[in-house]
């Protein structure tokens, strides 16, 4: 049996870099916001998107991922509505895809949501990505060359690092690619991984 091990961390956490890393030893990686990113353009979850947000989040038939971000990002309820939308659609996908790896003794999926959205219990261990607030402030600025003020915004809809770390098997400190890479070894060493890269 398959077991799942849930990624998470903070925005700007660099938790997907840690996904990475751990699909180079072999292990298969869920990225949830890229997998729900893509499976956003299908027609169904557009059309649900359209009848809960209206014309303002599309141009032409396109949606705006922007406009709908800055709607999102600043109301929990509007929030809450899109990932009603999205997140059955992922936790399908999800499945279809463990069923194609579920050869592999252990696999990861990683989520920035993963306790927001009540989905933590359903895995068998967690790991959270932990970094100081004011390098992933910077991280974020410079990945999305957007301001601290949005960053903020986004922070604030996150539960803090404690609240995650206290319900979480593993803290994985991401300050340093070096350190991170250590940390890594570590936690395959405890799961009984061959630290041998593919």
Known sequence: MTKIIGLTGGI???????????????????????????????DLILKQIHNKFGDSVFIN???????????????????????????????????????DNKNAPYVIYESAILFESGSYNEYDLIINVVAPLEIRIQRVIERDKTTREKVLERVKNQWNDEQKSSKSDF????????????????????????????
């Open 12 to 42: 700007g956490s660099g938790k997907t870099t840690v996904a990475k890393l751990f699909s180079e030893y072999g292990i298969p990686v869920y990225i949830a916001d890229l997998e729900a990113r893509n499976l956003m353009q299908s």
């Open 61 to 99: 038939g396109v949606l705006l991922r922007d406009k709908l971000s800055e709607i999102v990002f600043n109301d929990t309820d509007k929030l809450k509505q899109l990932n009603e939308i999205v997140h059955p659609a992922v936790k399908k996908h999800f499945k279809n895809w463990l069923a």
């Open 171 to 198: 803290i994985l400190e991401n300050t340093s690619l070096e350190g991170v890479k250590l940390e890594i070894v570590k936690i395959l060493k405890f799961l009984g991984i061959n630290q041998i890269k593919s």
